[in-house]
């Protein structure tokens, strides 16, 4: 039997760049609001097992992604009403343009986060 429905409060964490809301964590996916503050940007990283989509509510959003396989980075400009899938193993990274608020649904694995460049010292070991 499945289990009844029930708020859930959700939980904010706070980033150097602005702050993250969980507003979903369940066994196979996850929801989150990512609040990037304008000139802020996410650390260049990528995900082991993890896969998620982003579609940006507010501001102006560059994209950089690069495949695991050549390594060559692009950017992306993202306006809002706009989405991008991200795979596991892709390298990639956020940069706000303008204040932002991407909308990010993914698989479970939220601790899974390689970071290969971080200005704020956070690269994995």
């Known amino acids: ?12 964490v706070v980033k150097p760049w602005g702050y993250e809301l969980i507003w979903a964590e369940r066994e196979r996916y996850a929801g989150k609001i990512l609040h990037i503050e304008r000139g802020q940007q996410l650390s260049y990283q990528y995900h082991r097992h993890k896969e998620e989509t982003i579609y940006l509510l507010t501001g102006i ?5 690069a495949a695991p396989s050549d390594g060559e980075r692009q950017t992306i400009r993202l306006t809002p009403g706009q989405s991008f899938h991200i795979t596991p193993l892709l390298r990639h990274r956020m940069t706000a343009v303008e204040t932002c608020d991407v909308l990010e649904v993914s698989t479970p694995e939220l601790d899974d986060v390689v970071r290969l460049e971080d200005r704020y010292g956070r690269v994995s070991k």
């Open 61 to 65: 959003l560059d994209l950089e992604v």
């Open 1 to 12: 039997m499945s289990e009844p429905a029930r708020s859930y409060e959700g939980r904010r």
